[in-house]
């Protein structure tokens, strides 16, 4: 599967913006999703993950309450949304599927089998 992300900019703090991750393929259904981010001199992390089921979604601490992923299998793109973005939240965003079985949602970027290129977020004081 190849993954393109999109909708990245410069926001200021506060507002708000939609990633989204359009992929090929045929069976977009039977992967797990996630969205990694990079900020400058610092490691990938994991933000958030959803599974083949739409009710098994993961997020990480910092994000949570404040993004959302959601993934829509017609369109074969998953997204986020984030709210009342902060500074620190500047970063590439990078989406990532692998193929798994229904119950299982990885959120660990070694999991993961294929990337997108990234799109970058600054976010402004």
């Known amino acids: 599967v190849q993954l393109q992300a999109s909708g990245g900019g410069l926001v200021q703090a506060g507002a708000s913006l939609t990633l989204s991750c359009a992929a090929s393929?045929?069976?977009?259904?039977?992967?797990?999703l996630g969205w990694f981010r990079q900020a400058p001199g610092k490691e990938r992390e994991f933000v958030t993950a959803i599974g083949r089921s739409t009710s098994s979604t993961y997020y990480a601490d910092s994000v949570k309450g404040r993004f959302t992923i959601s993934r829509d299998n017609a369109k074969k793109t998953v997204y986020l949304g984030m709210n009342n973005l902060k500074p620190e939240d500047t970063a590439v965003y990078y989406c990532a599927a692998k193929h798994t079985i229904m119950t299982y949602t990885p959120t660990t970027q070694q999991a993961y089998d294929y990337w997108g290129q990234g799109t970058q977020v600054t976010v402004s004081s």
């Open positions: 393929g045929r069976t977009f259904d039977r992967y797990s």
